[in-house]
Every structure is written in C-alpha cells, then in structure tokens.
C-alpha cells in the first residue's frame, strides 16, 4: 500500500544553520505530495505542496521539490529560526482519492539560539 | 471565524467507559475527518465523512463510532474504552475536491484532545 517515510528526529540546529528533513514515498500513479508543521499544543498546518512531477512548493522559507524519479520530496530551509522548532509531517494524496491523506511519522525539529 | 474546535481538550477514561468527542467547524467544509496521533507512527484516519449523515471508515476504525448529524459537527465516540486507545486525538475539515485527479483542497485541523485510558 501507499507510504511515507521520513528521516526520524530529532533534528537539533543551532540558529541559522540549513535545514533537511528526507521524505520518500510509495505510491501507485503519481501522487500529491505535502509538508504540515506542527507547533507545539497545536494542530497540523500545511506548509507547503506540489502535485506533478519536478513541482516546487515554497513558504514561509521553506521548500520541496517533487522528484519522481527518486520519490522523494525532501524539505529544506537555508536558515532556520528558533520559531521554526516544531514537528514536520510529510504526507501523500493518492490521485483519485478522496481527499485522504497519508502521514509520515513526523520529524521534530529543535532549533537553539 | 474559529475554525475546527474540539471538545474537551484533555480527558481521563477508565477500562470500559464511553465517551464522546466533539470536533466543530465554521467554514462550511463537506468533508470532516477524525486521525489518531501516536508516536513513531504519524497520524493515521480512524474516520471520515463527506457529507452531512454520510460516514466512512480510514484506516483504523475498530473501536470507534461517528456522526455527522450537521454538517458543521463530526462526533467520535468510543463505546468501551481500552489503554490502545490513548492518544490524541484530530479533527479536520476540507472542501470537497473539485474535481479533477489533481485537486486538492486543504485539510484545517482542530487543536487536538488529549485521551488517557487507565
């Protein structure tokens, strides 16, 4: 069945530092793929997305480029904030699907002043 | 606009007990979702609905029960409480895809309830 899986935490930076957190996945056809951010006591929020192949999705500083050759969709950021420390969630949505997401186990990120 | 709540925020059970949460949404979403978060396993869906009185099972439903009696509302509930059931607990709500294989609408998730079973 469909999959994600991604580098597991926790990832420790120092203020400024760069930032990449693996994803790979498994799926039939060509997936959606997406990135959500947890923050601390709070619910999920997509970060960022890409639907088709060699897709570049960006926000907030971050970005993921959709490599269906490797399947992957690796998140990275040039220079990371003590306010990005949070939990990152890579995740698919299979074509066709109804609107079902499928979660990696997530990544926390801690980042020290 | 609030967007998803739920209610409560945090709950003790004993082996056995029943109970209900409550997940509410404000933006006039079709779709409503419930996951369970575990560590070292991600969120994975217990339950959906894509319309008001429509349910749907996810990924692991055994145990749970839904309702989507208003659109606006989408009940979880647990019969018999077991320890494998502790966890925390997310609502989510969506726009229906608008067709296409390749849309997507975006998934507002609630703050989260926190379950202890003893």
């Known amino acids: 069945g469909d999959s994600v899986t991604q580098m597991e935490g926790p990832v420790t930076l120092s203020e400024e530092a760069f930032l990449t957190i693996n994803c790979t996945y498994t799926a039939t056809g060509y997936p959606s793929l997406f990135w959500y951010v947890q923050y601390p006591g709070e619910g999920l929020q997509l970060l960022l997305k890409?639907?088709?192949?060699?897709d570049k999705g960006s926000n907030k500083g971050f970005e993921a480029t959709y490599r269906k050759e490797t399947t992957s969709f690796h998140l990275e950021k040039g220079s990371v904030q003590v306010s990005d420390s949070a939990v990152y969630f890579c995740a698919l949505r299979r074509r066709g699907a109804t609107n079902k997401l499928i979660f990696g186990t997530g990544t926390l990120l801690a980042v020290q002043p | 606009n609030a967007g998803v709540t739920q209610t409560p925020k945090f709950r003790v059970l004993k082996t056995g007990q029943s109970m209900t949460l409550l997940c509410a949404q404000d933006m006039n979403h079709e779709y409503m979702y419930w996951y369970r978060q575990d560590p070292g396993m991600g969120l994975r869906l217990i339950h959906y609905?894509?319309?008001?009185?429509?349910?749907a099972k996810g990924e692991v439903p055994d145990g749970y029960n839904v309702s989507r009696l208003k659109k606006q509302n989408f009940l979880l509930g647990l019969e018999s409480a077991a320890p494998s059931q502790t966890s925390v607990y997310f609502c989510?709500?969506?726009?229906?895809?608008?067709?296409?294989?390749?849309?997507?609408?975006?998934?507002?998730f609630g703050p989260g309830t926190r379950l202890t079973v003893l």
């Open positions: 609905s894509v319309g008001e009185g429509t349910t």
């Open positions: 989510a709500s969506s726009y229906s895809t608008s067709g296409g294989t390749s849309s997507y609408n975006e998934q507002f």
């Open positions: 890409a639907t088709k192949a060699d």
